[in-house]
């Protein structure tokens, strides 16, 4: 493959240097430094509402900013948000103010979601097709790993609140070098195959943004993986055990990590591109199952609670609970925290890997990754919303989840069709015909309305039905 810099892994290279300058570091400072800030800062993470509402709104909005902004402006952008984000860390152990923090992690955390959907389009439409799936999880292994060591750090640290203070200031500098790698990204209009064919980026405004969105909505494929994107999501709301400690943590990003490394497989080509979808649909079934049980034969358990005073808070309430879930049923609990992280991380990937195989046409990527990312976001939010107002709910409450293991198995029956009709490859052959600059269209070098028909035909046979 050769390393010119319109080439696919140039760009995807360029693209994993800036979230590990962006998104890794911010992982690492959350999961290290903010899970143990300066001891006069008291930080509660009681913000799920308003975390899944930033990650929704930013999906749609990553819609619209991926195809009229483009990708460079859009990790730019995120850059500089990371940038504040780490001052603000800064600023904690340095002057113990929280202001400047919670409005940076706010901009950084919307920031942090429309990226997502950029990288998520780039790496399921640049890749060729024997690529995609480890592409996708390379990507995944970045954010997950970082989260993973900054939590076996937070585990076995010991260092001085200084020392943690001159950690932050680390981070910032490397967090400061990430617009000048932004800014090297080429647009994806200029990104060429080493076969010569390039992108499918087409012009757009904002008009046809929002007809084109409402228009997909009407494609049965996006109808068909809706129910999937909210299900699994809502299952994992309903059925949420909170985290007792942060070993339980560690043990959920291990689960996620596994998954993503063995994700992998879906590019060896032992059978058809449909074959390898199936099995990996089955086995995602199969961890949604497991984790699902633990949780219900966990809630199912006679739990003492006698201990709970009636002047008790939730907070207090919780930390009770989970003293005596950790004591009496240890290595089950644990269990499931594991296979927790094992189950979100097949379904989210296993999504996007199938979207991935729908089309290479960055705008329709666009459309189908950030209405996926925010349709995940409002099943989650919904799950918690519910539980939430049943008392205990972490204790006593299996009804909501033998629904919602349901309507996941469901969702999955459904997936399976969808599976069934992708095609071998969506890796076409469009010619050596660069993107217009100044067209709204694909043209070819004599600019022949026939080709720009023909290119139209091949690019949407899988999604215009």
Sequence with gaps: MALRYTSPIVQLSLLGLTLLLTTAVRRLLDSFLMQKPPNNINLTYDSYLPTSTISCVAGFAGIFLVNLAGIRNILLFYSFTSILYASSIVVVYQYNHLTFHTAANILNSAGYDISRVATLVVVLAYPSEKWKARALTTFLILEYFA????NIIAVTDHSSEQSRFHSSVA???LACLSPFVAVAIAPTHDVVRDNGVYLIARKTTLGDEVRETIRLFRNKFMLLLLPYMFCYPFLFGV?????????????????????????QMLDVQWASRRTRGLMALLVTTI???VSSILTIVIRREPMDLSGVKPSWKETEILAYVMTVALRD???LMYATYFFAGVASSSVELYGFWVMGTLT????ASARFVGTFHSVMSIGGLVGIELVTEIPHHYTTSNTLTYVAFGMSIVSFMILSWVVTRIAETNDWSLG???????HDTLTSPDRSSETVAVVAEVKYQHINV
Excluded: H
């Excluded at 943590?249 to 993503?260: A, C, E, H, K, P």
């Excluded at 290479?360 to 705008?363: A, S, T």
């Design 239 to 263: 059925a949420y055990i909170p985290f007792p400690n942060i070993e339980a943590i560690v043990l959920y990003d291990v689960g996620r990590l596994i998954v993503v490394f063995t994700s």
């Design 171 to 173: 981070a910032l500098c």
């Design 360 to 363: 290479n046409d960055l705008k």
């Design 287 to 289: 961890f949604c199952a």
């Design 432 to 438: 050596r015909m660069p993107n217009s600059s100044t």
């Design 147 to 150: 989260m993973t060591m900054g």
């Design 329 to 331: 049923y240890g290595k």
